[in-house]
């Protein structure tokens, strides 16, 4: 390419290198800042045995919304949901990092499809952004929205879920989980993945699998490879880890973007899991 530039253009080996360097990072530039963030993708999952013959219960995983407005990207999300039939939405954390946050919050939640159950739980930011949380479980309960925070809740006989606080920056606890009743599967709901890894004991035997976002996939991923993790990660990056004395873990690269409005190799994530629960 840059022999042939030259020779169209006259231009030394230096400057078509320079030439060719500008068009790579704007790019760059223009995929991380304006196509990267707005690049919706949903993936789909499975927890369990599919072939239990009962139909599961489907999970639209909504995280790290971080909203500032509503604009096109959601309602490419409402459509997306829409189009799922998710039988229950959970909201994992970040869906505001500002107090400004929480009338686009309210917004955003009249957007999506009213049907399925709806729960929620803490993040890193709403703590770190004084989000107040009292308002903000006004406008989630305003939604049709369960806030949980240490706490369970039933979603049928054989499956409940369960979401802690967040473990960056609340007080994450599990001793409510044994109020979950026997011969009951539960799913734990937690923003930092890294919590996975104090789960344990008796405690693990409970839990399917754990639900986290928090990473973004990295935000800026090279082939894959995320330089950069927050603090709670705990390694985690996105996808599914399994195996060991832990619950399996699934982390979703979330919706939003925080700190740099940038999504490189890590596009927004819409992920929809079919769980089906052994009871």
């Given at each position: 390419m840059t022999e042939g530039l030259r020779a169209r253009t006259g231009m030394s080996r230096r400057d078509s290198f320079w030439v060719v360097s500008a068009l790579g990072l704007g790019a760059l530039l223009t995929e991380g800042v304006l196509l990267g963030p707005r690049r919706l993708t949903v993936s789909h999952h499975t927890l369990g045995d599919a072939d239990a013959g009962w139909n599961p219960i489907r999970l639209a995983i909504l995280t790290d919304l971080h909203l500032k407005r509503i604009g096109g990207f959601h309602e490419e999300l409402a459509t997306a949901l829409r189009e799922a039939r998710a039988d229950v939405l959970l909201f994992v954390g970040d869906s505001v990092d500002h107090p400004d946050g929480l009338p686009v919050l309210a917004d955003l939640l009249s957007l999506l499809p009213p049907e399925p159950l709806r729960f929620a739980t803490l993040g890193n930011w709403e703590y770190w952004g004084d989000v107040d949380l009292q308002a903000l479980r006004r406008i989630y309960e305003e939604g049709d929205t369960g806030l949980l925070v240490n706490e369970g809740i039933p979603l049928s006989p054989q499956a409940a879920l369960y979401a802690v606080d967040d473990s960056v920056a609340g007080r994450p606890d599990l001793r409510a989980l044994?109020?979950?009743?026997?011969?009951?599967?539960?799913?734990?709901?937690?923003?930092?993945?890294?919590?996975?890894?104090?789960?344990?004991?008796?405690?693990?035997?409970?839990?399917?699998?754990?639900?986290?976002?928090?990473?973004?996939?990295?935000?800026?991923?090279?082939?894959?490879?995320?330089?950069?993790?927050?603090?709670?990660?705990?390694?985690?990056?996105?996808?599914?880890?399994?195996?060991?004395?832990?619950?399996?873990?699934?982390?979703?690269?979330?919706?939003?973007?925080?700190?740099?409005?940038?999504?490189?190799?890590?596009?927004?994530?819409?992920?929809?899991?079919?769980?089906?629960?052994?009871?």
């Open positions: 044994p109020a979950v009743p026997e011969r009951t599967e539960t799913l734990l709901l937690s923003h930092c993945p890294e919590f996975r890894n104090r789960i344990a004991g008796d405690d693990a035997r409970q839990v399917a699998a754990v639900v986290s976002g928090h990473t973004h996939g990295g935000q800026v991923a090279l082939g894959g490879w995320a330089p950069i993790l927050p603090p709670g990660s705990g390694g985690y990056v996105s996808g599914w880890y399994r195996g060991g004395e832990c619950p399996d873990l699934f982390v979703s690269r979330g919706l939003g973007t925080s700190l740099v409005p940038v999504r490189l190799g890590a596009p927004p994530e819409l992920a929809i899991l079919d769980w089906y629960p052994v009871g």
